[in-house]
């Protein structure tokens, strides 16, 4: 069943994810993609259109998860696989033209804003951070008044934020930048497509860190882009193939494998993220919690109404005790544990804990005891008890 004839079908998300990019159904096929190792193809004459021609052009084992991750995004179009996140940044940012004006979120993922502001620096566009959960301020970002003010070439969301999970109002968001002439791309990868789509929301370009939950493993870094708009992704495979950021075959099988367990997994850490947190807010070792499944968190009406959950990572802000202040504790608390994994990344099978100012490049304005939690799909009372007994050795 081909990408066209599996959403006429109306499949569910749940199975797309175990069905889509699966080879042809014919006698003495393989039932899973096989692995292609080649950096070149055989052919004679001018290449045309289909042709593989070159390894930095195209490789017949890209195509089975850009199939698949192109079905679960909604997209008229399968998806752009990239070396790493930041690859797909890089060639997402490439849309922006020569001195054109970018809104993006003062908490987004700090490579990103890294990136962004580099470009600034050297000239090449105009740079305007936002609290990306502020509708108003975001508006006025792309489109300010006064008579020398420009409106944005692109509008980049990432909702819920990283690390400070704020969330985004996308559909009003969406038909601001449209109105004003921009581009808007959305990074999905906290929330994955089984719980957001960007795209139905308004979205010109989804980006996933397919490192995280689609492959779900910790065990690959790859990175996608997915549109349904075909002149964009024109631009995004040129980028792509000029700039040579193109995934490894064996990276990308390794991806579509594990992305046919994401339901099961998404499933199983929110349900988990959203005991633990319930749990986190109430201990006297945790100053304050993000987390949009909480009723008290000020993103869970948005949340609710554009998401199907809230994903399955927590934030803390860890509270001085001890005689040690906000950051130390939070790295007593980070040292403490047993189960929980104290690591960088996130999105994988295992849970990870990891105090984020640790970072160099993380924003000034993310708390120094702020700490990142990703629910992985242990048993949730053994990742309470190993949680409940770091933050207990705090004291009072």
């Not at 004003?180 to 089984?194: E, K, M, R």
């Not at 948005?302 to 934030?315: D, E, L, N, T």
Request: charged residues 20%; aromatic residues 4%; glycine residues 10%.
């Amino acid at each position: 069943m081909s990408l066209s004839e599996q959403q006429a079908a109306g499949l569910s998300a749940e199975t797309m994810v175990v069905a889509a990019g699966r080879p042809p159904r014919e006698r003495d096929q393989p039932v899973n993609p096989p692995l292609v190792l080649s950096s070149t193809y055989y052919g004679t004459g001018p290449l045309g259109p289909g042709d593989r021609g070159y390894g930095r052009y195209s490789n017949p084992t890209w195509d089975p998860f850009e199939e698949a991750l192109g079905q679960l995004e909604g997209a008229d179009l399968q998806g752009l696989l990239y070396a790493s996140g930041l690859a797909a940044v890089s060639s997402a940012l490439s849309l922006i033209p020569s001195g054109g004006v970018l809104v993006m979120p003062n908490h987004s993922y700090s490579g990103t804003l890294v990136m962004a502001a580099e470009l600034a620096q050297k000239g090449f566009i105009e740079l305007r951070t936002v609290d990306i959960a502020d509708t108003g301020a975001v508006k006025a970002a792309i489109a300010p008044g006064g008579p020398d003010a420009r409106a944005a070439a692109m509008l980049w969301l990432e909702s819920p934020t990283n690390p400070m999970l704020g969330i985004a109002d996308i559909p009003a968001l969406t038909e601001a930048a449209h109105a004003s002439g921009a581009i808007v791309v959305t990074d999905n990868t906290f929330s994955t497509p089984l719980v957001q789509q960007p795209l139905a929301l308004g979205s010109d370009v989804v980006l996933h860190s397919v490192t995280k939950y689609l492959a779900g493993h910790s065990d690959v870094v790859l990175g996608a882009l997915v549109t349904s708009n075909a002149d964009i992704r024109s631009a995004l495979l040129h980028h792509r193939t000029i700039h040579g950021a193109i995934a490894g075959p064996f990276e990308a099988w390794l991806a579509l494998r594990g992305l046919r367990t994401l339901a099961l997994r998404v499933e199983k850490s929110q349900e988990s993220a959203k005991v633990l947190a319930e749990r986190l807010g109430t201990h006297p070792g945790v100053e304050s919690i993000r987390f949009p499944g909480l009723r008290t968190d000020p993103g869970h009406e948005r949340a609710a109404a554009q998401m199907k959950g809230f994903g399955s990572i927590i934030c803390i802000q860890v509270a001085p005790a001890g005689g040690l202040d906000g950051a130390a504790a939070a790295d007593k608390v980070v040292e403490a544990v047993n189960l929980w994994l104290p690591a960088t990344s996130l999105g994988g099978v295992e849970s990870l804990i990891e105090r984020r100012r640790r970072h160099t490049a993380e924003p000034a304005t993310v708390p120094e005891n702020l700490v990142r939690l990703s629910t992985g799909i242990e048993n949730v009372e053994d990742l309470w008890a190993d949680l409940e007994q770091a933050l207990d050795t705090l004291g009072g």
